[in-house]
Every structure is written in structure tokens, then in C-alpha cells.
């Protein structure tokens, strides 16, 4: 039972660049969503899924895109990569709530943007 | 929006000592988790304590246990008998259970004494 798995674990960019973090969960889970986290700060929302084909933004979406063709993956996209966007990249998973709702995370990926 | 705050950016004590890391948070929910989340230098996110705000009792697990005191929206975390290995930044999170996962605090610094 791999949890929730992301690639690249490291990247480098250069400005005007896309590229796209992958997100991969096999835990059956309804909800995915992605985070950022910048020096000083806690983890803060990007976007999310409820589901397949059912996404929404966070507190910081600008400059990301995502879909969720299906329930295990939640891929995120920059589409032009700026030095802002230079952060530690973690993707989560969960099921509904319930009796023993829990929040799995992947092991990060470190985003730098020149 | 629910906020989370943690008052304390850096905690120090000795080897073998208790500390308690504090965290306050505000939502209009009553019904609602909250989790301490333990973040080595590896940045990896390790899942500390769950509370379920429904339960009056504190949650424990071995040497970490909570003061959950849901009027005063309190949440802190003890560590007792503080070892070299529970050095690293801890995050307290909130969430309503729904997809749009986490608000985290900015987190406290701990760091342990030999």
C-alpha cells in the first residue's frame, strides 16, 4: 500500500516554464487536494476534489490548474511558472468524515523557480 | 473562514521534560477535527494526534496527549518525557471533515535540549 505518492520530489524551473506535479493515491479516497508551503508558514489550500470530474480552489489558486479524471489521480498544473511560485508542494488524501477520518499526505515535492 | 493560530514560533526544553505547544483556532462549526502534525527537516508530515470535537475525552497516543477545551477553542499538545527525535517544527490544523481539507496554524519550532 504505496499511501499517496508525488514526482517529481525536486524540480527546478525557469520563469515562463510549465510543467505538471503528479499526485497518485490508491486508497480508494474521494478527496484530494493540493498545498503549498512557504517558509514561516503553515500549509495552505491550492486546490481540491470531492471526486472524479469535481474540483475547486483554495485559499491560493492563482496560477495553478487541476483536474481529477479519475479517483486516484489529482495532477497540478503550472501553466508559467514565476519565482513566487517557489515552495514545498504536498498533496493529500482523504475519505469522507467519519469515525476514523484521517488526512494522508505525500512526502512533498520541492518546486524552485529562477 | 476558520483561522488557527499558534502563539509560540519557538519552544525549547530539556531532554526527559514535559512542554505543552499551544494552539487557539475560531469557527462557527460544532463539529469539526483537529489534528497536531510533527514536520522534520525531511518535511515530511507525520499525523501526531487527532481529536474529534464531538468527544469531550482528550485524545492520547503514548507520550503526546491534548487539552481539547472546545468553548475556549483550545487545542494545545504535551509532550512528556521530550526525546532528541520529537525535535521539529508541529503544526496545529483544523478542518470541518469536508473536502476542502486543512487550515494550519504557522506552526511551533521545538526544539530539545540533551
Known amino acids: 500500500n504505496a499511501g499517496v505518492t508525488q514526482t517529481p520530489k525536486f524540480q527546478v524551473l525557469k520563469t515562463g516554464q510549465s510543467m505538471t506535479l503528479q499526485c497518485a493515491q490508491d486508497m480508494n479516497h474521494e478527496y484530494m487536494s493540493w498545498y503549498r508551503q512557504d517558509p514561516g508558514m503553515g500549509l495552505r489550500l491550492i486546490h481540491y476534489s470531492v471526486g472524479a470530474g469535481i474540483t475547486d480552489q483554495g485559499e491560493v489558486p492563482n496560477g495553478y490548474n487541476v483536474s481529477r479524471s479519475t479517483t486516484e489521480d489529482f495532477p497540478l498544473r503550472l501553466l508559467s511558472a514565476a519565482p513566487s511560485q517557489t515552495s514545498v508542494y504536498f498533496c493529500?488524501?482523504?475519505?469522507?468524515?467519519?469515525?476514523?477520518?484521517?488526512?494522508?499526505f505525500g512526502e512533498g515535492s520541492w518546486l524552485t523557480v529562477v | 473562514a476558520q483561522t488557527v493560530t499558534q502563539s509560540q514560533p519557538e519552544m525549547s526544553v530539556q531532554e526527559a521534560e514535559t512542554v505543552t505547544l499551544s494552539c487557539t483556532y475560531d469557527t462557527s462549526e460544532s463539529d469539526y477535527y483537529l489534528f497536531w502534525y510533527k514536520q522534520p527537516p525531511s518535511r515530511q508530515m507525520i499525523l501526531v494526534i487527532r481529536?474529534?470535537?464531538?468527544?469531550?475525552q482528550n485524545a492520547t497516543e503514548n507520550r503526546f496527549s491534548v487539552n481539547f477545551q472546545k468553548a475556549a477553542k483550545s487545542f494545545s499538545l504535551k509532550i512528556s518525557d521530550s526525546q532528541l527525535g520529537d525535535a521539529a517544527m508541529y503544526f496545529c490544523?483544523?478542518?470541518?471533515?469536508?473536502?476542502?481539507?486543512?487550515?494550519f496554524g504557522k506552526g511551533t519550532h521545538l526544539i530539545i535540549q540533551p
Open positions: 493529500a488524501s482523504s475519505r469522507s468524515r467519519g469515525e476514523v477520518y484521517t488526512i494522508y
Open positions: 481529536q474529534e470535537a464531538y468527544k469531550q
Open positions: 490544523a483544523y478542518t470541518g471533515g469536508g473536502a476542502d481539507g486543512l487550515t
